[in-house]
Antibody, heavy 113, light 104 residues
Framework: EVQLLESGGGLVQPGGSLRLSCAASGFTFSSYAMSWVRQAPGKGLEWVSSISGSSVTTYYADSVKGRFAISRDNSKNTLYLQMSSLRAEDTAIYYC??????WGQGTLVTVSS | DIQMTQSPSTLSASVGDRVTITCRASQSISNWLAWYQQKPGKAPKLLIYKASTLESGVPSRFSGSGSGTEFTLTISSLQPDDFATYYCQQYNSSFGGGTKVEIK
């Protein structure tokens, strides 16, 4: 059974940094691209970033380019999102996703002073 | 970047109604489109992939069509469990703004 478990969310001040993790199980992690998607309170879904299975290719939404970095450790079956220069508008639930089919439960990031 | 535009943003319908949601891409995305259903407090659930392929376990009243820049999600006979918000997504990229299906 595919499982995705996000962690690392919390309250952070504007301008601060945070690293999210997504622990994956139930599939051959290194064989699949992975993505981060976020949802601000009461708003729609926003794709944030994707990474290929080998980490060769990464993609970012314009809204986070230059501030966020996606990475993965295939030996640990874990996906990461390093977030820096955080803004109030980055406040959201952050989901990790495999393909379009499997999603984690999300982790809440709140950017506020 | 390719923009995805969904319409309508809100739809009021009754149980048994046929419902159609439209998603337009700013440039051709072939059939690389997915449709999701999301209920409050839950992660999105995949309904349709590759524009028209029904995900395993999803009721057959859901169907998808289209290619290139214009796509539709149709619910043939709306059921009480279908009141939710629906999103289209270009694979591993941008989402539409969402369509909330409400009880009329």
């Amino acid at each position: 059974e595919v499982q995705l478990l996000e962690s690392g969310g919390g309250l952070v001040q504007p301008g601060g940094s945070l690293r999210l993790s997504c622990a994956a199980s139930g599939f051959t992690f290194s064989s699949y691209a992975m993505s981060w998607v976020r949802q601000a309170p009461g708003k729609g879904l926003e794709w944030v970033s994707s990474i290929s299975g080998s980490s060769v290719t990464t993609y970012y939404a314009d809204s986070v380019k230059g501030r966020f970095a996606i990475s993965r450790d295939n030996s640990k079956n874990t996906l990461y999102l390093q977030m820096s220069s955080l803004r109030a508008e980055d406040t959201a639930i952050y989901y990790c996703a495999k393909d379009q089919r499997f999603w984690g439960q999300g982790t809440l990031v709140t950017v506020s002073s | 970047d390719i923009q995805m535009t969904q319409s309508p943003s809100t739809l009021s319908a009754s149980v048994g109604d046929r419902v159609t949601i439209t998603c337009r891409a700013s440039q051709s995305i072939s059939n690389w489109l997915a449709w999701y259903q999301q209920k409050p407090g839950k992660a999105p659930k995949l309904l349709i992939y590759k524009a028209s392929t029904l995900e395993s376990g999803v009721p057959s009243r859901f169907s998808g069509s289209g290619s290139g820049t214009e796509f539709t999600l149709t619910i043939s006979s709306l059921q009480p469990d279908d009141f939710a918000t629906y999103y289209c997504q270009q694979y591993n990229s941008s989402f539409g703004g969402g369509t909330k299906v409400e009880i009329k």
